[in-house]
């Protein structure tokens, strides 16, 4: 009984999107039921932010067994950029890491990603949209900073919820001047 | 010379003789201990969960202290706050009130009737404590690197006062109760290790800085402890190597000045130790060769004048005895080997080494603990059951001939109980050789040939006994027939399941047993079927070849059978020897080609594979129709009775030993 190669691999990535969507959609379904027991003065935009930021922060947690110091600030930014991309590439993004001309500095690029789209199809707003990711990513290096007592920081150069096509990010050490 | 508790004269013993430097006497400040032999203090969850001492918590210690024949048997550190945040254990004993002395005295009379020095420990525990409370303390609010442990609070500069009040107090009350040394834990994550770390202590007060400033609440412990202690002597345990090189813990330089500077404020001796909880290198498991550590107790000798003593992979006597000839340690500690055996140092003592039943460093002990359970032990069935009764080896009412099936680890344990209680037990196994199918998983890598000593042991056991072995000797329905024995045990250990799929019947596909025992032809690209810990033995071993390997097994999660703390170790071994697993997953067809692996959502995954190793165990039914025919008592123990690991082979062993 051969196994057909093609049959395999297509039920697996149908599977695999249809999970990226489930979350997409449980995400935004549970906004909306907090939207509804909070009432008509809750901000949308609060609680996705805050919603993020608790993810990101427990996500940073989730990933501190990865964290360390042993090829020195460097190989922990690295370490760090890698758990963004594996954690949008799991949600259905394509990202990219380059190294900086500075010395700790990396530059990481989401040269596509689905939840602006998702953001929108749900009725969400783009600025609500870039503030969740954003907190996500700063809660998450937060987490990290302070387990490890460093001082990453994280800016977004350019957004795709901004129009910009992708989302370029750069995750630097402020005390490499 | 300093006082004498107890006299004791080793001199007569074979043990003293042949290792004369473990049962010379040390001076701890003003008190003589008799011999170099340490009871390490560790946490056993077996007290109330309001932190009360138990019957078991002092029948557990009592046994350990009669092991140590006159040495240093120190009780499980207790936690200091009625809040509760130093408590690192549910079943932890306390000391925070007046009400908590008179079981502390329960322990400390329990070491003293067995005329050995009694010790009792300081811990808070720190950033790894709070089990029953909402947030832990430490000097700075950074966050563990595993989930399980609570938020960490920043002390404040009352806080920090309060704990050394508590520790001053605690110690008046264990004094109280009639210890005789005292000993703070400054180790693997616990308060006082959290404030000596550059990992854990980012203040910029005079409680940080450098690591004089890191020591700073160290050194103000240990110096109102010693007010209190007085003549009695105070030991620490601090770290010699944090081993958190990873996250900016400290150098190894960094914890030499910490032991100067616990020497210098008043401490009398101290226990080397290292790794953190959160360290992401092993330390005490059996990957890690005995006597690994020794060189951080010969790097603290350089340091310090005070004596110097540790545990640590330090398994068998003459380790230490060397190493204290040589000037590299002075005490031995002890705490895992006398879990396994509470007697281990008195039977060195005795000249009964054979019967010192060894730990096999799997840590089950800890992750016990970790999990709020009380302590127990892998291969010591009567370990936290020392109280009750049942446990104890009683000779029989009625004498019984026993036939015992199969002599691996569960049928020699059950032979020799059995004989031990009088009985007449004869031992039968198809193969020349004693030990079962542990003779073959001895074989695998990372220290599995310690595994071993537990047929050594038993085999001992046996032959004190007084125990018929019959080699070479297959049991057949006619040989019980024959026989009539009144009881038959079959511990014929288990059988290696096929699956039902096409190819199981393939030359391609061999056992094991074969594999480990070198009979096996082996290809390239080897598949092992089944995902538990006969599989991982056998993946291992074959990967240090230069196989490629991959394992598939039915079980959702990889290694069910062993305890998550020993687990760890395995995994990263399988991924560092690149040894791929599908967890989950079932075989649809072996052919000369390979395998096809299916998930257990139905997807398929061809793996390349020339080799097919079967691990899958199932329970062995072999020969209890011919026992119940005859009408003969039948009992059916280990894998033979379900498949599960060495540790409830011994313990099945045991039980049926005590009940036959």
């Known amino acids: 009984m051969a196994v057909d190669p093609e049959k395999e691999i297509s039920g697996l990535w149908r599977a695999l999107q249809g999970s990226q969507e489930s979350t997409r959609r449980t995400f935004y379904q549970m906004r909306q039921a907090l939207l509804e027991v909070a009432g008509p003065d809750a901000d949308p935009l609060d609680i996705s932010v805050r919603a993020w930021g608790i993810i990101g922060k427990d996500m940073g947690k989730a990933y501190l067994p990865r964290m360390n110091l042993l090829k020195g600030i460097e190989g922990l930014m690295m370490n760090v950029a890698r758990a963004y991309q594996g954690l949008w590439t799991t949600n259905g993004a394509v990202v990219d890491i380059e190294k900086g001309q500075k010395p700790n500095e990396l530059f990481i690029t989401w040269k596509r990603c689905p939840w602006p789209t998702s953001a929108k199809e749900h009725g969400a707003s783009m600025k609500e949209d870039l503030q969740g990711c954003d907190t996500y990513l700063r809660e998450f290096l937060e987490e990290v900073n302070a387990f490890l007592g460093t001082n990453l920081k994280i800016e977004t150069l350019k957004s795709i919820p901004s129009g910009d096509g992708v989302c370029l990010r750069r995750l630097y050490n402020p005390e490499d001047k | 010379m300093g006082k004498l508790l107890f006299e004791w004269d080793y001199s007569s013993y074979p043990g003293a003789q042949k290792y004369p430097h473990l049962f010379k006497s040390i001076q701890l400040g003003n008190l003589t201990i008799p011999n170099r032999i340490k009871y390490a203090a560790t946490e056993d969850n077996l007290n109330g969960r309001d932190g009360f001492v138990t019957d078991s918590g002092v029948a557990y210690l009592k046994e350990r202290a009669k092991g140590v024949v006159g040495g240093l048997c120190t009780m499980q550190g207790v936690y200091l706050d009625e809040a509760r945040r130093g408590q690192g254990y549910v079943g932890q004993a306390a000391a925070w009130d007046d009400k908590f002395i008179p079981g502390l005295t329960r322990l400390a009379d329990a070491i003293h009737e067995q005329k050995a020095v009694a010790g009792c420990q300081l811990m808070h525990c720190g950033r790894v404590g709070a089990i029953e409370a909402d947030y832990c303390q430490g000097p700075s609010p950074v966050p ?69 400033g890191r020591m700073r609440f160290v050194v103000e412990c240990i110096q109102e402890v010693k007010k209190v202690c007085g003549d009695v002597p105070l030991g620490i345990r601090l770290c010699a190597e944090e081993l958190l090189d990873d996250v900016s813990g400290n150098t190894p330089e960094e914890s030499m000045i910490t032991y100067e500077m616990a020497e210098e404020a008043g401490v009398d001796v101290m226990s080397v130790t290292a790794g953190w909880q959160e360290s992401i290198y092993p330390v005490i498991s059996r990957d890690i060769p005995m006597g690994s550590w020794l060189h951080l107790a010969e790097r603290a000798k350089q340091h310090l004048t005070i004596p110097v003593s540790m545990a640590y992979r330090l398994f068998t006597p003459d380790l230490p005895n060397k190493a204290i000839e040589e000037g590299k340690l002075d005490i031995w500690e002890m705490c895992r080997p ?165 190819g199981f019947d393939r030359q391609n596909v061999v056992s094991v047993l074969e594999v480990l025992s070198g009979t096996a032809q082996v290809g390239d690209n080897v598949v092992v079927w089944g995902n538990m810990k006969p599989g991982i033995g056998v993946a291992l071993f074959l990967a240090k070849q230069g196989k490629r390997v991959t394992v598939v097994g039915r079980e959702k999660k990889l290694g069910k059978d062993v305890n998550p703390s020993f687990l760890w170790r395995y995994v990263g071994y399988l991924r560092q020897n690149k040894v791929t697993t599908y967890n989950d997953c079932d075989i649809e067809e072996i052919t000369d080609e390979g395998v096809t692996v299916v998930t257990y959502d139905g997807h398929r995954i061809p793996v390349k594979a020339d080799t097919f190793v079967l691990t899958e165990r199932e329970a062995n039914p072999a020969l209890k129709d011919v026992v119940q025919e005859n009408g003969i008592e039948l009992f059916v123990i280990g894998d033979a009775l379900v498949p599960r690991n060495l540790s409830s082979a011994v313990h099945d062993g045991y039980r049926i030993g005590i009940r036959i």
């Not at chain 2, 006062?161 to 834990?185: M, P, Y």
């Not at chain 2, 072995?469 to 059988?495: K, N, Q, W, Y």
Request: with cysteine; proline share 6%.
């Open chain 2, 144 to 212: 563990q690197r595993l989930r399980i442990f609570r938020p960490v609070q920043e002390m404040t500069k009352a806080d920090i006062k309060q704990c050394l009040k508590e520790h001053v107090e605690a110690t008046e009350r264990l004094l109280k109760a009639g210890f005789d040394f005292v000993e703070i834990s400054g180790i693997v994550g616990y308060l006082l290790s959290n404030f000596v770390s550059s990992y854990t202590n980012r203040r910029s007060d005079e409680y940080g800085g450098d690591i004089r």
């Open chain 2, 338 to 502: 006398m879990i396994a055996d509470p007697l281990m140092p008195k039977k060195v003592l005795e000249g009964k080494e054979e019967e010192i039943r060894p730990c096999v460093a799997c840590n089950v002990c800890l992750a016990r603990l970790f999990r709020d359970a009380p302590m127990t032990c892998y291969i010591n069935p009567v370990c936290a059951h020392e109280w009750d009764p049942k446990y104890e080896i009683k000779p029989a009412e009625m004498t019984k001939n026993v036939m015992i099936v199969g002599a691996g680890p569960a049928g020699l344990e059950c032979a020799w109980v059995a004989a031990e209680r009088g009985h007449e037990v004869h031992v039968y196994d198809k193969r020349q050789e004693l030990g079962g199918t542990i003779i073959e998983a001895s074989k695998a890598p990372y220290g599995d040939d310690e595994l071993y000593g537990q047929i050594r042991f038993a085999k001992t056991m046996c032959e004190k006994n007084g125990v018929e072995f019959h080699l070479g000797t297959e049991v057949t329905p006619e040989v019980i027939e024959e026989e009539l024995p009144d009881s038959v045990v079959l511990a014929t250990g288990p059988r290696y399941s096929k699956g039902t799929a096409p």
